[in-house]
């Protein structure tokens, strides 16, 4: 069973795909000419069409996967100008590479393709700020919140009232956690992926690249 699993897995149906022959440095390009097309107000919507709808109906294949904080306001899509089957995105308060999320965005590489890999922060993160503060939190909100080790991330000089350092810390700390995957790192090495940390301002809409 575990077998059978495992290659319907590695057999995932693709599109056909627009990105197949994409470098990493081509896709992290798209990604940032999409920002600039987000925060000058010139969003072509590409890739939201009917057509386009029945094309990744029939299978997947996202340039880029996105390991990205659950904030309401940070959504990779949108602030990248994407569209349908673009981008393979992971989302959890305070982008941290659990386990689940790791295994998940092996898929979206190793298997869908996907050839850049971006873990992106915001301004004022409420997770990374309640890490700070510490304290006890109600329900599963603390083992989340824990697992944000600031002690880890940034020199503690630096953390107390400093939210956006420590985010950011937090961020390059989340790529490192990646690139220690043996399926992510081989794809490194193969020329195959790049992975790298960026910082979302919630003020402007701009994503600054950290790594």
Do not use: W
């Amino acid at each position: 069973m575990a077998t059978v699993l495992g290659s319907n897995l590695i057999n995932a149906p693709v599109a056909n795909a627009q990105n197949k022959d994409i470098t990493p440095d081509e896709a992290l390009k798209k990604l940032v000419e999409g920002n600039d097309r987000f925060v000058n107000q010139k969003r072509t919507n590409r890739n939201q069409t009917k057509e386009r709808l029945v094309e990744v109906a029939k299978g997947q294949e996202p340039f880029a996967a996105i390991l990205g904080c659950a904030d309401s306001r940070v959504p990779g899509e949108i602030v990248f100008d994407q569209g349908l089957g673009d981008l393979f995105v992971c989302r959890v308060a305070g982008n941290i590479a659990t386990p689940e999320d790791v295994g998940s965005l092996e898929f979206g590489t190793l298997v869908l393709g996907a050839k850049v890999l971006v873990v992106m922060g915001h301004t004022s993160c409420g997770a990374v700020k309640a890490a700070i503060q510490g304290g006890e939190l109600p329900g599963s909100i603390g083992s989340l919140i824990k697992s944000i080790d600031i002690g880890s991330v940034a020199p503690k000089s630096e953390v107390p009232g400093d939210v956006d350092k420590a985010a950011q810390a937090n961020v390059n700390h989340q790529v490192e956690t990646l690139k220690k995957s043996p399926i992510l790192s081989d794809l490194i090495a193969k020329d195959k992926l790049k992975i790298v940390g960026a910082y979302y301002d919630l003020d402007t809409g701009k994503v600054a690249i950290l790594s």
